[in-house]
Structures are given as structure tokens and as C-alpha cells.
């Protein structure tokens, strides 16, 4: 029996003519359709994507052993032990979820560090060429204005 535990022994699998045999097999079996995703009422299915920067088709989908190859050596190539995944369901169950948070530069839009929500300052021009600010606008933009005619 062949055990795989090291990365050269796991990658002289992975690059086997059975290997890659099977997983097409298994991926047809699926019907090219995330398993993971299908239990949990979605789908996600396999695509014919073309990535420019790596000159090959995008991996979408890949097919996983259910109980995990190191463990189980003798289970390899075994129909039962695979299933096909999507990359997020695949890095899901094995622990390599990331999530990324980026920080983005604060506007002045946002509050502030208590959760206050600052005050926008208002400039326009007026039909005179006025500058008004705050809450002083010109009375062809509010129907709020004083009586009588001129700059507000």
C-alpha cells in the first residue's frame, strides 16, 4: 500500500494518469456541480473561464476525498471517497477560509469616532453669484425661503 504524506509522494499522485482519469469520471458523475453547495441548495457549476495571467482555464471546481488521502491511503481512487467542490467549499473544509478586510480611506461623509454623523457643508453659487453656505440656500433650490425677493 502506498502511503502519502509527504508533499512529493502527494503531488506524484495528484499528476498519476489514474488520478486524473478518475477526476474527470467523478466530475461527470457530479454533473460539473459543487456537491457542498447543492446540499445547501445552491449551484455552482464548472464554467469554461480562460485565465490570461496563468494561460490556462480558471479552476473552479475540484474534486476532494471525503476521507482525506494521508489518512487513507487504501481509499485513493475509490468512487465513495470523492465528491466534486467547489474551490470556496473546498478551502472551507480544509480550513483555508480567508477573509479579507480592507481598509478604506475615511471621507468626510463618515462619522466620526463616536458613530456621529458630521454635518455637510452645503456651497453653491446663487443666481447673483453668491456663495452660500450651510443651511442658507438660494430660493430656486428650497422652497423654504424668506419672503420678499434677493439673496437669501
Not at 503531488?11 to 466530475?27: E, G, N
Not at 453547495?37 to 464554467?47: A, E, L
Not at 480544509?94 to 455637510?120: C, M, S, Y
Amino acid at each position: 500500500m502506498t502511503e502519502y504524506k509527504t508533499r512529493e509522494q502527494k503531488r506524484k499522485f495528484y499528476d498519476s494518469r489514474d488520478w486524473k482519469r478518475m477526476r474527470l469520471y467523478i466530475k461527470q458523475r457530479d454533473n460539473y456541480e459543487c456537491q457542498e453547495c447543492k446540499r445547501n441548495g445552491f449551484v455552482k457549476i464548472d464554467t469554461n473561464e480562460y485565465s490570461e495571467q496563468a494561460k490556462r482555464k480558471k479552476i473552479q471546481l475540484v474534486v476532494d476525498h471525503i476521507k482525506d488521502l494521508e489518512d487513507y491511503p487504501e481509499l485513493a481512487l475509490d468512487e465513495e471517497n470523492l465528491e466534486t467542490l467547489c474551490v470556496k467549499c473546498h478551502n472551507k473544509k480544509h480550513g483555508r477560509h480567508f477573509v479579507f478586510k480592507f481598509k478604506r480611506k475615511p471621507t468626510k461623509w463618515d462619522g466620526d469616532e463616536n458613530g456621529d454623523t458630521p454635518r455637510l457643508k452645503i456651497l453653491v453659487f446663487c443666481c447673483w453669484g453668491h456663495r452660500c453656505r450651510g443651511n442658507r440656500l438660494p430660493r430656486f433650490l428650497t422652497k423654504f425661503t424668506r419672503k420678499g425677493g434677493g439673496h437669501v
